[in-house]
């Protein structure tokens, strides 16, 4: 998938700055793997298991990402998008899968939400206590 020791080769070449850049580019580049695992696990589950924990999902993605832009504050940032630009882009792609699996995922929460919704107020409105009912009583 990526090759880390050609990519920290050029990083650090790339950069005045050495190490400094190397470290935050690797680590970079390690954290976006990590959240593209978890991307791809997250949108698996979201398609497949109606018992996926969204919210412990949720945790892990900011983690993550609280884990990248450490790792970005010591990398250069010129360097450092130039040379992960092909794993900047797969992993826009994959949120933008993710995003549009969550969304039908919500979209089909909203439906059931609504089936039940009506089928609660028509076993409501059976007739007991109906307007008609009501309106033949004797007032007290």
């Known amino acids: 998938m990526y090759d880390l020791t050609t990519i920290a080769k050029s990083d650090t070449?790339?950069?005045?700055?050495?190490?400094?850049?190397?470290?935050?580019?690797?680590?970079?580049?390690?954290?976006m793997r990590r959240i593209e695992e978890t991307i791809d696990a997250e949108t698996l589950a979201i398609r497949n298991d109606p018992q996926f924990d969204l919210k412990a999902s949720n945790t892990r993605k900011s983690r993550h990402l609280y884990e990248l832009s450490k790792a970005l504050k010591s990398a250069n940032e010129a360097s450092l998008a130039a040379l992960h630009r092909d794993a900047l882009v797969r992993l826009r792609d994959k949120l933008a899968t993710n995003e549009a699996t969550i969304k039908a995922h919500m979209s089909a929460v909203s439906e059931v939400a609504a089936l039940l919704q009506d089928a609660i107020e028509r076993t409501q409105t059976d007739g007991t206590y109906s307007e008609r009912e009501f309106g033949q009583a004797s007032p007290a």
């Open 13 to 31: 070449a790339a950069s005045p700055t050495g190490s400094a850049a190397h470290h935050g580019g690797a680590s970079a580049l390690a954290i």
